[in-house]
């Protein structure tokens, strides 16, 4: 399987459900349009990743399954919150969050590939997973911006770390949170690729992928 992401957390949930992988990320424009709403953002940067990773893949490819995918986490008022650009900035989203339910959106999309690298099937999808944060004082806030934990992560908090002291209920699928809904994106690389070559032989290692 090719990854277009460099996210390590997406590597290592792929790898836990047995896949060999190639890491192959391509740097995309991931600007907002005007007046685009969350899922539909997250599910186009999805595909833009995986049509600029198939192209640079320059017409061969040993691998069959190619998979891209972006993570966002968003208010109800439609707002987007992206990885902060410092720790003041962690601490603004982290006060925007604390005592209310957010969401996180994942885009995924999967491409079946030809050896000369050519669409063969696509499909595409967003998982939302709804998160609620307990009321945080500023103490806890800027403990855990300082933890530096924040800053490489959308939302500013990781629920797979130290972020996860934060959450008090979550709705939804928690690898979605982690960055890669990968439960229901190895259903559909099994039914991209064949009946049961995937879900049918979990615990294997899937090196033809």
Not at 55 to 74: C, R, S, Y
Not at 100 to 120: E, F, R, Y
Request: net charge negative; proline share 5%; hydrophobic share 40%.
């Amino acid at each position: 399987m090719i990854l277009a992401s460099q996210s390590p957390r997406r590597r290592e949930l792929l790898e836990e459900a047995g896949f060999s992988l190639r890491v192959l990320p391509a740097d995309i424009n991931e600007a907002r349009m005007p007046d685009e709403r969350p899922e539909p953002l997250v599910r186009r940067l999805a595909q833009q990743k995986a049509e600029a990773t198939r192209l640079l893949l320059e017409g061969h490819t040993d691998d069959d399954v190619l998979v891209a995918a972006d993570t966002i986490v968003w208010t109800d008022e439609g707002n987007v919150l992206g990885k902060p650009v410092d720790e003041e900035d962690a601490v603004r989203m982290l006060e925007s969050l604390s005592g209310k339910v957010h969401h996180v959106s994942s885009g995924a999309c999967v491409m079946h590939l030809s050896p000369t690298a050519d669409v063969i099937m696509a499909t595409s999808f967003v998982e939302t997973t709804d998160v609620e944060f307990y009321p945080l004082t500023n103490k806890e806030i800027r403990a855990y911006a300082a933890s530096g934990e924040p800053l490489d992560k959308a939302g500013a908090y990781g629920i797979q770390g130290r972020g996860g002291l934060l959450v008090r209920g979550i709705r939804g699928d928690y690898f979605n949170v982690v960055g890669l809904p990968v439960a229901r994106l190895v259903r559909e690389v099994d039914r991209m690729v064949g009946p049961g070559v995937v879900v049918g032989t979990l615990g294997r290692q899937h090196g033809r992928h």
